[in-house]
Nanobody, 114 residues
Framework: QAQFVESGGGLVQPGGSLRLSCSASGFAFSMYAMNWYRQAPGQERELVATITKFGGSTSYADPVKGRFTISRDNFKNTVYLQMNSLKPEDTAVYYC???????WGQGTQVTVAS
């Protein structure tokens, strides 16, 4: 079964940066687009970024455009989310998912606060 292990979260000051990593296994990683989601306190989980299987095309939710960059390394079966100019409203648990997987990993907590 597909498995996703997110890492790299933590506490960061507003305006700071973090780089999240997601290690995927259990499916043909290079054949699928990959996605980052987040769930803020008291909010629903939302899609924040998508990358095509070869990494040639990306898309972002409006609140993170220009600040976040999704990338992938198909050799390492890993997808990344570089987050710059972080804002308090970016505080959330961040998740990675792709393929036809219906399961979620544990996510990684990102807290943006002064």
């Amino acid at each position: 079964q597909a498995q996703f292990v997110e890492s790299g979260g933590g506490l960061v000051q507003p305006g700071g940066s973090l780089r999240l990593s997601c290690s995927a296994s259990g499916f043909a990683f290079s054949m699928y687009a990959m996605n980052w989601y987040r769930q803020a306190p008291g909010q629903e989980r939302e899609l924040v970024a998508t990358i095509t299987k070869f990494g040639g095309s990306t898309s972002y939710a409006d609140p993170v455009k220009g600040r976040f960059t999704i990338s992938r390394d198909n050799f390492k079966n890993t997808v990344y989310l570089q987050m710059n100019s972080l804002k308090p409203e970016d505080t959330a648990v961040y998740y990675c998912k792709g393929g036809s997987a219906s399961n979620w990993g544990q996510g990684t907590q990102v807290t943006v606060a002064s």
